[in-house]
Structures are given as structure tokens and as C-alpha cells.
């Protein structure tokens, strides 16, 4: 193997200094015509030429001019010269110094067969079979050839939508709700009780005075720190027996049984005592009733912030009593407890899990001030309506796949190639196997391991890989591709090209298709690149590398990108894919590829007898062009005639 180093380098020195290189086809043009123009020239040739141009030419009275008038003095001349010429001497060393072969008429193989053929040329004749001792009728086939082509299945995306409403309510600690009163400052002269939210000014018992149009005045002060934090203080219940008047800060609020505005003894009108209850009112003292009188009087508009008095005067005739009951409650500071009644209780839980953008918003009640509880509350919105992007629960493929499957190309790899941030994955790029050349099964006859087609064209497929094929093949390589392919400055051959295809996740396009190209007017938007990258895939010059996201959302990518390193020949991608594992070296990534060539040193170290040439061989085959059979027996026939006396 070192010596395919030392050769390329020689041929690769060499080549680079041309000024240019040209084909086959144009190099065989060029030599017919050189041929053409040569041959018209050549009837002046003997006349036309000056013999003194010719290199070497001693004019014509030479000494070999003797020879032409003796012919025996030509042959004692060259026996002369055998002994002095190197040639001559070589001829005669080798008479005695040669190695010395027997062959054994009787045994030989090449003997024996050939008397065999003289003697029974039968054995040749008639079934195919039973041409050559040994052969057997057998068939073979060329593998079929492939390529690899990918296309993307992702998870879309889908919108949802749910509502939130504002839910405020306020709770007031029931020990701050005395309607407002300061228990502390509560003073009475009869019993009283606060239970919320009943103040109780008075026993409700029976029978607790007594006199004949006596008069009982009781009085209650107390203290209110904030008027405006009184929410309610009603009159809601009166109990006397026989008469009652009720003020509140010096205002009659209340005159029972039968109304009025004020409640005096009179002594003066006539011999028994009356009561006076209104301007020209009058009423006996004694009326035989214990009052219990359910009222609805707000006395909150007689209060004030400060000290308060209310108080009750009840006339009695014989026994009686006399009680009070208010309803009073306050605003206290309110323990607001602020809720979102909310119906997005499963999208919430999948935006957690990663599988929803955070949700735009829409006021649907705009801001405003909302009464709860008495004390206006403002809020910016009261009820929103929240919209969400969540990842669908299950992934599409763009209509390429399906294309591919039509094809009758095989699946045979799946790479997840984006991730949600719950580790879902939202898009995966497909492998596909895709036949591009049928393989062939020709019949042949197979000769102790020769292989033999009937139509001439099969090839011997029973040796062991000929180590020499990788010298010869890299070689007629290097030759080919050096003016072009070397590096004279940094002695690399084989280099690739960094080409790369895009194509949108949604389908709309895609660049990196390897059929198509005629028809889908898609892909007039596809680059220059684009276009010679597809033209030198569909010619088996590139290596794939990878692909990767160019363009990406919350929901991953929307657009992808393929990596391929292209090589000027198949026999240079051949030489890089194989050599690359002998070597350990990687592509690199699909946004940073190493399509770099291989050294001198790397070449001389890569292992041919390794390096699987199929594919080579396969096109080798195909584009070779030999005779047909007619062609093959004219020529046979033409050299039987020429061979006959």
C-alpha cells in the first residue's frame, strides 16, 4: 500500500502543472484530427523533407552502405556485434544461465488436454455445460443500487381557548361588628346586651315597675368612632307597658302604642291624671296592655361620630316595663379574598408540562368600579379570556413521505430531531432507502471458480478481493482528478463540497426532493446550490451528513436543513466514506461538516483490500462498451481467413 502514496504523489506533482485537462471524448477528437492531417501530409513527406533536419542523420556515405552490395557481409557483421552488444551478449548468457523446465508429456495438464481436445473434440461440443471439464450452469446477480432520502413528521400546534372571571369578596371579623359602637364606652342605666347584630337596651321582662302614671327615664351613651363605618342601626322592636317614647340624641323617634311626639303626665286637665302623647292627644294612663311593637326605624341619619344618647321614658299604671332592641352593624376593614373562577384548569396543567405557550389575553369586562359589600372596589379587568398554543397530541409528515412510500422506497430510520420542553419530541426526521438501480441476474457458467457469462459480459466474482484494485482504482482516480482535486499546498485529494438543501416543515417546499424538479413549480424558489446539489445526489457523488433547524418556533422547527458532502467523483466519495471509518475520522455536525480531503498520509494509510468497490465496479460495467456477438464471430471469421495459406 505505501507505494500508491509514493505513485500519487508522482502523478499528482506531475498533473497539477497542467494548464488544463480535457476528456476522453475530446482527446479522441483531437487525435482523429491530428491523424487526418498527418496522413494528407505524408505523400510530400520523402520529398518535402530536408534530411538534414532529421535528429541523428550523418548523410548518406556511411558505412553501412557496403552491406547493401554483399549480402553475407550483413550476417558477418551482426556475428560480429553478438559478442560486443549488449543485447547480443544478454541472448548468449542466457543460453546457459536460464532457469531449465521439464514437462512430462504423459502428465503435464496442458499436454494432456490438449491431446484430449485432438482426440475427442466431442468433449467441447454440443451442451454448454460440457464445454470445459468441470463447468456447471449457474446464475448471478449485481446488487441492486440505492440511495437514502429523508422527509419530516412533526407535532403541530392548535389553539385553545378558556375564560377566567374575578371573584371579590370581602369577610369582616365578627368581633369588630358592634354597628359601629365602642363596647367599651357603652354605659346604661338599665341592663343591656350586644349580640351580633342585636343591641338590647332593657329587661323583657313583666311586670318590673310599678305606680299609677308613674314615670320611668332611662338613658344610654355611647361612643362612635366613625359615623361612615356604620353600616346599619335600626329600630326594629319595642316592648313596654302602658307607654313609651324613644330619642336619640335628643330627637323623638318613636312614641308607642299610638305615635305622637312627645309623652307627658298631665295632672292639670282633671281630677285623674292623663297622658299627653301629641298636641291635643290625650290617653289614660293605665291601658291594660303589655306592647310588644315590631318597628323598622333607621335612626342611623340621628347619630353622629362621638358620644351618643338614646333614651327611653315609659309610664306605668299599676306595674310595667319597658325594652328596646336595635339592629346595628358596621363597615369593618375587610379580609378581601380575591378568586378566579376559572375553566382552564387542564390547559394550565399542560403549560406546566411545557406543552403550551404562555397565553395571550383578552379583557372581555373591561375596567370599572363594582360596589361589593358597601365600599367600591376598581379593578383593571373583571373577566379575561385566555387563549393558548398547545402542542397537538399527535404528529402529521409532510406529503414527501408519502411520495417516498409511493415509490416503493423502505423506512429504515426515525431521529427525533426537536424536543418540547417536557421532553416531548415535536418533529422527527425520516430515513428512507430508495432503489435507483435494479439489480440484475444474468446465467453463467461456472469453470472450478471461473465465471463465465454466455453473452460475455460477467466478470469473476470467486476470488478474494484483489488488493490491487485499490492501488489501480485510486490511481486511474488520482489521474482523473488531480488537476482539479489536489492541493498542492497542503497534499489533499478527494475534497468535498459543504452543499446544502432547506425545506419547510409545513410541506410548502422543499428543496432538498430528489424527483420532481421539472414539474413542481415549488421549486423555482430553490437556490443555484440547491439545484446542483440535487444533480449531484441523484449522481451518487455526495455523503449525507445531517440535518438541523433553521428556523424555529416555541413549538420547534418550521424549516430544516440538510448537510451533504458532494466529491467530484463517485470513486472519490467511495474512498471517503470507507477510508473515514478505517481512519476514525467523523463528518462533523450538519452545521459545521467536514468535507475536508484526505492526505497523502491518511491515503497511504487507509487499508484497500478493505474497501468495498460494488459500486464502482457496477458503473465500471454499465458504461463499458464491447462488441456484440455478430461482431464478436466476424471477427473470429476474419482472422481464420487471414490465418489460412
Not at 560480429?80 to 542466457?94: E, K, L, M
Not at 484430449?116 to 449457474?138: K, L, R
Not at 319597658?322 to 384548569?345: I, L, P, V
Amino acid at each position: 500500500m505505501r507505494s500508491l502514496a509514493s505513485f500519487l504523489l508522482l502523478i499528482l506533482y506531475t498533473s497539477h502543472g497542467l494548464t488544463q485537462t480535457i476528456s476522453v471524448t475530446d482527446a479522441l477528437a483531437e487525435g482523429q484530427s491530428f491523424g487526418s492531417s498527418s496522413l494528407q501530409q505524408s505523400p510530400s513527406l520523402a520529398t518535402d523533407q530536408n534530411p538534414n533536419s532529421v535528429p541523428g542523420f550523418q548523410g548518406t556515405n556511411i558505412p553501412e552502405t557496403q552491406l547493401s552490395t554483399d549480402p553475407l557481409s550483413l550476417e558477418n557483421a551482426a556475428r560480429t556485434q553478438v559478442n560486443q552488444n549488449d543485447a547480443g551478449t544478454f541472448v548468449n548468457d542466457s543460453l546457459s544461465s536460464r532457469p531449465q523446465f521439464s514437462f512430462d508429456q504423459q502428465t503435464d495438464p496442458l499436454l494432456t488436454r490438449s491431446a484430449n481436445i485432438e482426440a475427442a473434440p466431442q468433449s467441447v461440443a454440443g451442451s454448454i455445460t460440457g464445454e470445459f471439464t468441470g463447468c456447471s450452469s449457474t446464475t448471478t446477480t449485481t446488487p441492486a443500487q440505492y440511495n437514502t432520502q429523508t422527509c419530516v413528521e412533526w407535532r403541530q400546534s392548535q389553539s385553545a381557548t378558556c375564560e377566567e372571571s374575578l371573584a371579590i369578596s370581602c369577610k369582616r371579623p365578627i368581633e369588630c361588628d358592634t354597628g359601629g359602637i365602642l363596647l367599651s364606652s357603652l354605659n346604661s342605666d338599665m341592663q343591656w346586651n350586644y349580640t351580633y347584630p342585636i343591641l338590647t337596651l332593657g329587661a323583657s321582662g313583666d311586670n318590673i315597675w310599678s305606680g299609677w302614671c308613674a314615670i320611668y327615664d332611662r338613658r344610654t351613651t355611647f361612643t362612635i368612632e366613625d359615623i361612615n363605618k356604620v353600616k346599619e342601626f335600626t329600630l326594629i322592636q319595642a316592648g313596654f307597658d302602658d307607654w313609651i317614647r324613644i330619642s336619640v340624641n335628643g330627637s323623638v323617634v318613636y312614641v308607642g302604642p299610638y305615635g305622637g311626639d312627645r309623652l307627658l303626665v298631665n295632672r292639670d286637665l282633671s281630677f285623674f291624671p292623663v297622658v299627653e302623647y301629641g298636641d291635643g292627644f290625650y290617653g289614660s294612663c293605665e291601658l291594660r296592655t303589655n306592647w310588644v311593637k315590631n318597628l323598622n326605624i333607621d335612626i342611623k341619619p340621628y347619630l353622629r361620630t362621638g358620644t351618643n344618647t338614646i333614651d327611653m321614658r315609659v309610664v306605668v299604671a299599676g306595674f310595667g316595663e319597658g325594652w328596646m332592641k336595635f339592629r346595628a352593624s358596621q363597615y369593618c376593614d375587610c379580609e378581601w379574598s380575591e378568586t378566579w373562577q376559572s375553566n382552564c384548569a387542564d390547559l394550565e396543567t399542560q403549560l406546566a408540562a411545557g406543552l403550551c405557550t404562555s397565553p395571550k389575553l383578552t379583557c372581555l369586562e373591561p375596567a370599572e368600579t363594582r360596589t361589593i359589600d358597601g365600599i367600591d372596589v376598581y379593578r383593571d379587568c373583571w373577566r379575561y379570556e385566555k387563549q393558548f398554543e398547545c402542542a397537538a397530541p399527535s404528529t402529521v409528515e409532510e406529503d414527501y413521505c408519502a411520495v417516498l412510500r409511493n415509490q416503493g422506497c423502505t423506512q429504515i430510520g426515525s431521529q427525533c430531531t426537536g424536543t418540547l420542553p417536557n421532553g416531548l419530541c415535536e418533529s422527527f426526521e425520516q430515513t428512507y432507502q430508495c432503489e435507483t438501480a435494479p439489480g440484475v441476474t444474468q446465467n453463467i457458467v461456472n469453470c472450478s471458480g471461473q465465471t463465465l457469462c454466455l453473452d460475455g459480459g460477467c466478470f469473476d466474482t470467486s476470488y478474494a478481493p484483489s488488493t490491487d484494485f485499490g492501488i489501480a482504482a485510486g490511481n486511474l482516480g488520482a489521474i482523473s482528478e488531480a488537476g482539479a482535486d489536489f492541493d498542492p499546498n497542503g497534499n489533499i485529494i478527494f475534497s468535498g463540497e459543504d452543499l446544502r438543501c432547506s425545506k419547510a416543515i409545513l410541506g410548502f417546499s422543499n428543496c432538498c426532493k430528489l424527483d420532481g424538479w421539472g414539474q413542481d413549480l415549488s421549486l423555482d424558489q430553490c437556490t443555484a446550490d440547491e439545484q446542483r446539489l440535487a444533480l449531484a445526489r441523484q449522481a451518487g457523488l455526495c455523503h449525507y451528513v445531517g440535518s438541523y433547524c433553521s428556523n424555529s418556533t416555541f413549538f420547534g422547527c418550521v424549516s430544516r436543513t440538510e448537510t451533504h458532502c458532494c466529491f467530484k467523483s463517485k470513486l472519490g466519495r467511495i474512498i471517503q466514506e470507507q477510508g473515514r471509518v478505517q481512519l476514525g475520522l467523523d463528518w462533523g455536525i450538519p452545521q459545521a461538516p467536514k468535507c475536508d480531503g484526505l492526505t497523502v498520509v491518511q491515503l497511504h494509510a487507509l487499508d484497500f483490500s478493505q474497501i468495498d468497490f460494488s459500486e464502482f465496479y457496477a458503473d465500471a460495467y454499465a458504461n463499458a462498451i464491447g462488441p456484440n456477438s455478430t461482431d464478436l464471430q466476424n471477427i473470429i471469421q476474419n482472422y481464420i481467413q487471414q490465418s489460412l495459406p
